[in-house]
């Protein structure tokens, strides 16, 4: 009746929904032209069809009615003329066929030659060599906002985000089977759901392209329109109206779909993470950054601080007395509970109180002056423009030399953020910001993971900025399949191999070059015989502690690297293995390095990992090299 003509099914894990009535398909979540949905009886296939199309439900109606008086009365050879001037001729059950006008062309464009044979009719769905899937799990145990990059189109084939997305979701589904199968089997895990934010659209309907229109050059149309499309939303970025357009529309779209999944979802409990492809990470990463974190959330971390950073800060102490040669004033400092702020702002009189004597104070007061001057030097070029940022002892302003913007509130506190091929480190050195404070963490979200493609021309590193003092390689993604790809091993041995090759024959000249210019008398032979073994073994000793030095890529066990609070004390760079065609050109492949990660299983795997080993579930197997 009218309630269930009334009825809407969601579809596709909840992102569509099906009206029965109007026989339409409607996107939930984002701006999509509804679909047409038949109620398949009748379905006919071409030679060169590789699947069964479904007539409209109106022929269905006829092509029924005509099946069912022939099945009553048992007259077939039946003809029947669809609206089109095609006929349907039903010769018996299992034999229907569907031939066009000789005449006319039909919607296929088929040649001449092919208009004369028939399609295949078949009633109903049975075998149909069709597999229908099963969906999506209902369970969602986690959700991911996705915001996009630069241009409305988001990949080499000029996809848009959401069909990005779809990608993206449909490689973690199948991950999930193939990696988390023991959890499935025990209803630990469901899905992630990944929702994409979209913004382009509304920068771009502020009419902003009209007046660009109004100034563009007529000449290289296609180039100039590509480039106002998308390069310049850069520069929008960067513009202080633009600017808080974008952030306003990203945060108010991701809050919108947060509150409409959680009325769709009433039941879900699982926990909320962001990713951001290119300029899309930027302008999460400033969201984040400007995010306000609970008072009672922020006084418990500062209380926690104080008490492991007591001793750790009297250690400290106790280590800058040893750089001084002053160890024997330990227990005179530590007595007083001095830590590394409270000596900075000794003076010569407080010194002086505790018994230091002249010598030591002087070597002390040098070494804090010192210190000092450098400390306002550094600040002098990252100085926090908001003096709670100060208070905070945060080195870090990320609106510095930046348009200033007002930024909202997010309605959650992400779990992790996942940047895809971001240049958030490029921007950041470009505003002004030498280094990031390795005590620095976001207010709201405790993981960050920048991901990239070694290619990427967009891409830059973060780890760098925290630790400036120390060279070290990306961590090296692993292969989904559990492996290292088999050009890169190659590539590591034939290095390793050089290494080696060099080694050897520089330890092997170097033992030639000595035994050259050794004394040939017999009484000096004899004397120095011991001084001689001593002297080979330590130059063939030498060339195996030179491939330990080789270069990090050769490495497989590199130590553990404290690169800050920002992801937890966990590493914060991860780079992708090129594919075997991508090492032949790097330039090439420069663009697809920056468009691959939609698809890249490697990217699906790290981000369902960190995910669902916050909530205490792991790989199958853990992969090798991951952390």
Same mark, same amino acid.
């Given at each position: 009746?009218?309630?269930?003509?009334?009825?809407?099914?969601?579809?596709?894990?909840?992102?569509?929904?099906?009206?029965?009535?109007?026989?339409?398909?409607?996107?939930?979540?984002?701006?999509?032209?509804?679909?047409?949905?038949?109620?398949?009886?009748?379905?006919?296939?071409?030679?060169?069809?590789?699947?069964?199309?479904?007539?409209?439900?109106?022929?269905?109606?006829?092509?029924?009615?005509?099946? *069912?008086?022939?099945?009553?009365?048992?007259?077939?050879?039946?003809?029947?003329?669809?609206?089109?001037?095609?006929?349907?001729?039903?010769?018996?059950?299992?034999? *229907?066929?569907?031939?066009?006008?000789?005449?006319?062309?039909?919607?296929?464009?088929?040649?001449?030659?092919?208009?004369?044979?028939?399609?295949?009719?078949?009633?109903?769905?049975?075998?149909?060599?069709?597999?229908?899937?099963?969906?999506?799990?209902?369970?969602?145990?986690?959700?991911?906002?996705?915001?996009?990059?630069?241009?409305?189109?988001?990949?080499?084939?000029?996809?848009?985000?959401?069909?990005?997305?779809?990608?993206?979701?449909?490689?973690?589904?199948?991950?999930?089977?193939?990696?988390?199968?023991?959890?499935?089997?025990?209803?630990?895990?469901?899905?992630?759901?990944?929702?994409?934010?979209?913004?382009?659209?509304?920068?771009?309907?502020?009419?902003?392209?009209?007046? !660009?229109?109004?100034?563009?050059?007529?000449?290289?149309?296609?180039?100039?329109?590509?480039?106002?499309?998308?390069?310049?939303?850069?520069?929008?970025?960067?513009?202080?109206?633009?600017?808080?357009?974008?952030?306003?529309?990203?945060?108010?779209?991701?809050?919108? $779909?947060?509150?409409?999944?959680?009325?769709?979802?009433?039941?879900?409990?699982?926990?909320?993470?962001?990713?951001?492809?290119?300029?899309?990470?930027?302008?999460?990463?400033?969201?984040?950054?400007?995010?306000?974190?609970?008072?009672?959330?922020?006084?418990?971390?500062?209380?926690?601080?104080?008490?492991?950073?007591?001793?750790?800060?009297?250690?400290?102490?106790?280590?800058?007395?040893?750089?001084?040669?002053?160890?024997?004033?330990?227990?005179?400092?530590?007595?007083?509970?001095?830590?590394? @702020?409270?000596?900075?702002?000794?003076?010569?009189?407080?010194?002086?109180?505790?018994?230091?004597?002249?010598?030591?104070?002087?070597?002390?007061?040098?070494?804090?002056?010192?210190?000092?001057?450098?400390?306002?030097?550094?600040?002098? $070029?990252?100085?926090?423009?908001?003096?709670?940022?100060?208070? @905070?002892?945060?080195?870090?302003?990320? &609106?510095?030399? @930046?348009?200033?913007?007002?930024?909202?509130?997010?309605?959650?506190?992400?779990?992790?953020?996942?940047?895809?091929?971001?240049?958030?480190?490029?921007?950041?050195?470009?505003?002004?910001?030498?280094?990031?404070?390795?005590?620095?963490?976001?207010?709201?979200?405790?993981?960050?993971?920048?991901?990239?493609?070694?290619?990427?021309?967009?891409?830059?590193?973060?780890?760098? *900025?925290? %630790?400036?003092?120390?060279?070290?390689?990306? *961590?090296?993604?692993?292969?989904?399949?559990?492996?290292?790809?088999?050009?890169?091993?190659?590539?590591?041995?034939?290095?390793?191999?050089?290494?080696?090759?060099?080694?050897?024959?520089?330890?092997?000249?170097?033992?030639?070059?000595?035994?050259?210019?050794?004394?040939?008398?017999?009484? $000096?032979?004899?004397?120095?015989?011991?001084?001689?073994?001593?002297?080979?073994?330590?130059?063939?000793?030498?060339?195996?502690?030179?491939?330990?030095?080789?270069?990090?890529?050769?490495?497989?066990?590199?130590?553990?690297?404290?690169?800050?609070? $920002?992801?937890?004390?966990?590493?914060?760079?991860?780079? !992708?293995?090129?594919? &075997?065609?991508?090492?032949?050109?790097?330039?090439?492949?420069?663009?697809?390095?920056?468009?691959?990660?939609?698809?890249?299983?490697?990217? %699906?795997?790290? %981000?369902?990992?960190?995910?669902?080993?916050?909530?205490?579930?792991?790989?199958?197997?853990?992969?090798?090299?991951?952390?």
């Amino acid at each position: 009746g009218k309630e269930q003509a009334a009825v809407v099914v969601p579809t596709s894990g909840g992102r569509y929904d099906v009206h029965l009535r109007a026989r339409q398909r409607v996107a939930v979540y984002w701006e999509e032209e509804a679909a047409e949905v038949r109620r398949c009886t009748w379905f006919y296939k071409g030679d060169k069809d590789n699947k069964f199309i479904p007539y409209s439900e109106a022929f269905s109606e006829e092509l029924e009615e005509a099946y *069912m008086i022939a099945v009553t009365l048992g007259e077939w050879k039946k003809k029947l003329e669809s609206p089109n001037r095609e006929v349907i001729i039903l010769h018996n059950p299992k034999l *229907m066929v569907h031939y066009h006008p000789v005449a006319s062309s039909d919607d296929w464009v088929s040649t001449p030659t092919e208009q004369g044979r028939p399609r295949t009719v078949k009633r109903g769905v049975e075998n149909i060599a069709v597999e229908i899937p099963n969906g999506e799990p209902l369970q969602i145990d986690h959700l991911v906002f996705v915001v996009h990059g630069i241009g409305p189109a988001c990949d080499i084939r000029f996809r848009s985000i959401v069909q990005c997305v779809n990608d993206f979701r449909n490689v973690s589904l199948s991950m999930l089977q193939s990696h988390f199968r023991k959890a499935q089997e025990q209803q630990q895990v469901g899905r992630v759901e990944f929702l994409p934010v979209n913004w382009h659209s509304s920068l771009h309907s502020t009419g902003v392209d009209v007046d !660009l229109e109004r100034i563009t050059l007529p000449s290289i149309n296609r180039l100039r329109h590509f480039i106002n499309d998308t390069i310049l939303d850069v520069f929008f970025y960067n513009s202080s109206t633009y600017c808080q357009t974008i952030v306003d529309t990203v945060a108010s779209e991701m809050n919108r $779909l947060h509150r409409l999944f959680l009325q769709r979802n009433p039941h879900f409990r699982g926990g909320v993470s962001i990713a951001g492809h290119s300029l899309g990470s930027l302008i999460l990463f400033d969201l984040l950054t400007n995010q306000k974190a609970d008072p009672e959330e922020k006084e418990h971390c500062v209380q926690g601080s104080r008490t492991t950073s007591s001793t750790a800060g009297i250690e400290e102490v106790k280590e800058i007395l040893k750089k001084l040669e002053l160890s024997e004033y330990c227990d005179v400092f530590e007595k007083e509970k001095m830590d590394r @702020q409270a000596l900075f702002l000794c003076t010569e009189n407080n010194l002086k109180e505790m018994g230091i004597p002249l010598g030591p104070r002087m070597k002390i007061l040098h070494y804090i002056s010192s210190e000092t001057g450098m400390k306002v030097c550094t600040r002098a $070029l990252a100085a926090p423009q908001n003096p709670r940022d100060t208070a @905070q002892g945060l080195s870090l302003n990320i &609106p510095l030399s @930046q348009v200033s913007a007002n930024y909202p509130q997010l309605n959650y506190k992400p779990s992790i953020f996942f940047a895809f091929g971001s240049p958030i480190g490029m921007f950041l050195t470009v505003r002004g910001v030498k280094r990031i404070d390795p005590n620095y963490s976001l207010p709201t979200c405790k993981g960050f993971f920048n991901i990239f493609h070694p290619f990427d021309p967009v891409a830059y590193r973060i780890e760098p *900025m925290i %630790v400036p003092e120390l060279e070290f390689e990306p *961590m090296l993604l692993p292969h989904h399949k559990g492996r290292k790809r088999m050009h890169l091993e190659l590539k590591e041995g034939l290095t390793r191999m050089s290494v080696d090759l060099k080694n050897n024959l520089l330890g092997s000249l170097r033992v030639a070059w000595q035994s050259f210019t050794r004394s040939p008398v017999p009484a $000096l032979e004899a004397g120095s015989s011991e001084a001689e073994a001593e002297a080979e073994a330590g130059t063939e000793k030498q060339p195996d502690t030179k491939p330990e030095e080789a270069p990090a890529a050769v490495k497989e066990e590199t130590p553990p690297i404290n690169v800050g609070r $920002l992801n937890g004390g966990n590493r914060i760079d991860y780079v !992708l293995q090129e594919k &075997p065609i991508e090492s032949f050109n790097e330039y090439l492949f420069a663009l697809q390095g920056h468009l691959c990660y939609w698809e890249s299983e490697d990217t %699906v795997l790290l %981000v369902l990992k960190e995910i669902y080993q916050t909530q205490g579930i792991t790989l199958d197997q853990p992969l090798p090299g991951s952390q």
